[in-house]
């Protein structure tokens, strides 16, 4: 079964960063892509940002130009640089990892999520 490990989270001030990581079980190869996402309770789980198996990212209109999604192929690790970092990006970040079956029909795997608090 395949784990997905995420660390990181905490509480920032306004306009500070973190860097989350996300510790895969398997090799990162193995998935057609992974990514971050973040859940406020009470909305919809959001895609922050997504990274392709051979490199093509995409992110949120509301974290372009802020975060970073990258990979290092050889720890399995992906990670999730924040930088100016506003009280509504407050949630937890769930790293998830993306396979596609025979029929290319995708399905996904899921970590336990890290919480990050932004707040003075």
């Known amino acids: 079964q395949v784990q997905l490990v995420e660390s990181g989270g905490g509480l920032v001030q306004p306009g500070g960063s973190l860097r989350l990581s996300c510790a895969a079980s398997?090799?990162?190869?193995?998935?057609?892509?992974m990514a971050w996402y973040r859940q406020i309770p009470g909305k919809e789980r959001e895609l922050v940002a997504r990274?392709?198996?051979?490199?093509?990212?995409k992110y949120a209109e509301s974290v372009k130009g802020r975060f970073t999604i990258s990979r290092d192929n050889v720890k399995n690790t992906v990670y999730l640089q924040m930088n100016s970092l506003k009280p509504e990006d407050t949630a937890v970040y769930i790293c998830?990892?993306?396979?596609?079956?025979?029929?290319?029909?995708?399905?996904?795997?899921w970590g336990q999520g890290t919480q990050v608090t932004v707040s003075s």
């Open positions: 998830n990892a993306e396979r596609r079956d025979t029929d290319n029909i995708p399905y996904y795997y």
């Open positions: 398997e090799s990162l190869f193995s998935f057609e892509a």
């Open positions: 990274s392709a198996r051979w490199g093509s990212s």
